[in-house]
């Protein structure tokens, strides 16, 4: 009997260790099919540019073919040009969206939380904002010169916007009732900063963060333009100066490739800290 | 263990809510307001708890009258108010001070006397109504608080839920004899469950009767005595004129 049992309960145990390994098998499977499905545009819409590109429909000096491009920039990972472009691109990307996160960081919270602070920076910062970021190249250079800090202080202002509205409207938006279950606790500002309004207002930071970077990208090119001896955005200058449309789109792709990579590291960080949000699940 | 309100008036914006609100409250005993929506009930009880200070009056807890909120006192709201990015267990040390063993055994305690032993680390997105309502009660219980404030705890549960919170409630009120305030629409959980029923009434409310149900407990629900009770009630409240439609 006791052995009948002991049995019982093993097959019971494997047919549940299957179960499982079905069911993670299954996962796998469904991954495998939204990348396929997600595949069949980008391939198709490829497949024909190089179809046309061979038969000369487009003219190469205006469209060069996908194996072109995709030549160009195997020659540039090969001679190592293209490592130097990819490094000082992110390297300017990064200082600025952190420099920009910090600044935007501490000037929110500050006017998310003080009411005094609001009224004496928030006009003035609203102010700043209505003035296109772009609009400050100019005087940037002047200051700074065409070097590295005029780059990197131009993305951190880009940066800054998006992160600071997000940082103030998440502390603000915090709910009323959550901070006063803090209050019968008897928690002091310092606490309630910590235990309840930061970990409440983390979801809009992170997405101000996302938009944050996403505008750090576009400012680098912006930035990269005005000129710059290294980088993916001299690439551009270079492509057009020099009639090469594969330097350009070989350029545009990278952009595309490091762009996206950078926000998936920061959709994972989302997700992982953000785990306990009870979202619409697709 | 004492709590006493002596003449507490609120008013919101020129607005008298409530008006010369004087109760005393014997240690240990079960208190309920009672009262039609928008009389004061709730109001009342904020400025028990040192939520809102902006009232008018005086409120001693164990003589201490300062306008704040002191750590004896534990509130229940109406809905869980649970840390959405905390897990039960979490939640339910939140108010706790001491060594993470120590408020994770405490908590522990707690969570089994409210029936949720298991689904310490689920979070709170994962609980029905009725359970993030019980991890709620363990979080305002486990920190034995001396005053307990309730504002309509269970008025969002279901039937059978309320009921079986309701016994949970004077399970643990057994046990620590903590002085409950209990604000309530409901006629038959006040008779369950309080040793007194204060009757608030108007705009701005004030104290229209104070009923003592000396029933022992646990209490017959429906009983006829109760009946009785319900029907005085009804009639301090001007809304047992069943008989007008049906004569």
Known sequence: MAKNQSELASVLVTSRGVKQKSVRVKKQYKGLQSIMLGSILPIVLITVWELLSRIGFFPSYQLPAPTVIFQTIVGMAQDGTLWGHIGITTYRVFAGFVLGTIAAVILGSLVGFYKKAEQLFDPMIQAFRSIPSLAWVPLFILWMGIGEPSKVTMIAVGVFFPIYLNIVSGILGVDRKLIEVGKMYGLSTFQLVRRIILPASLPSFLVGLRSGLGLGWMFVVAAELMGASQGLGFLLVVGQNMSQPETIIASIILFAIIGKLSDWVLKKVETRSLHWQDRLVK | ?247
């Open chain 2, 1 to 247: 263990m004492s709590l006493e309100l002596k003449n507490v008036s609120r008013t919101f914006n020129g607005i008298t809510a409530v008006k010369n609100i004087s109760i005393t409250a014997e240690p240990g005993e079960i208190i309920g307001l009672l009262g039609t929506s928008g009389c004061g009930k709730s109001t009342v009880l904020r400025a028990i708890s040192g939520l809102d200070n902006d009232y008018d009056g005086e409120i001693s807890i164990n003589g201490n009258t300062k306008k704040e909120v002191h750590d004896t006192t534990g509130f229940i709201f109406q809905e869980p108010r649970l840390l959405p990015w905390l897990p039960v267990l979490d939640n339910v040390t939140f108010g706790l001070k001491g060594s993470r063993a120590e408020k994770v055994q405490r908590a522990k305690e707690y969570l089994e006397s409210v029936g949720l032993s298991g689904k310490e680390q689920l979070y709170p997105r994962q609980l029905s109504g009725g359970m993030a309502q019980r991890v709620a009660i363990a979080r305002a219980l486990v920190t034995s608080p001396e005053i307990l404030l309730l504002d309509e705890p269970f008025s969002a549960l279901d039937a059978f839920t309320k009921m079986q919170l309701q016994d949970l409630l004077l399970d643990v009120w057994n046990t620590y004899q903590s002085t409950v305030v209990l604000v309530t629409h409901d006629i038959d959980e006040a008779l369950y469950l309080c040793d007194r029923i204060i009757v608030l009434r108007g705009q701005p409310g004030v104290i229209d009767t104070e009923l003592v149900i000396k029933e022992e407990r646990p209490r017959a629900r429906g009983s006829q005595e109760m009946a009785e009770y319900k029907r005085k009630i009804l009639d301090r409240l001007d809304l047992n004129n069943a008989h007008s439609y049906t004569s």
